[in-house]
Nanobody, 120 residues
Framework: VQLVESGGGLVQAGGSLRLSCEASKIIFRINVMGWFRQAPGKQRELVAT???????NYADSVKGRFTISRDNAKNTVALQMNSLKPEDTAVYYCTLEGEEFIFSRTMEYWGQGTQVTVSS
């Protein structure tokens, strides 16, 4: 299973970007989809996740500015980022946890990452 991200880029502070992620194939069960990010010299951190039932979890630093959404039928997840700040600059990674087939074990998949740069 490959995850393909799109939508990164360069934006000025206060601007908006929308990231999208699509799984390369239909998956039997997706438990969680979400986004992490990693800034230079820092550890990868959670940005936002959404469970199959629609429960969301956001990092405190992005609450009220970022919104995660997913389309279970299409195996896609998106991240709408508003009021961007220079400290949001990072490589953003899409992630998916689920079972590829009916008897598969639960696996975690990661995308290649997409760069988001916010200029001041």
């Amino acid at each position: 299973v490959q995850l393909v991200e799109s939508g990164g880029g360069l934006v000025q502070a206060g601007g908006s970007l929308r990231l999208s992620c699509e799984a390369s194939k239909i998956i039997f069960r997706i438990n969680v989809m979400g986004w992490f990010r990693q800034a230079p010299g820092k550890q990868r951190e959670l940005v936002a996740t959404m469970s199959a039932g629609g429960s969301t979890n956001y990092a405190d630093s992005v609450k009220g500015r970022f919104t995660i959404s997913r389309d279970n039928a299409k195996n896609t997840v998106a991240l709408q980022m508003n009021s961007l700040k220079p400290e949001d600059t990072a490589v953003y990674y899409c992630t998916l946890e689920g079972e590829e087939f009916i008897f598969s074990r639960t696996m975690e998949y990661w995308g290649q990452g997409t760069q988001v740069t916010v200029s001041s």
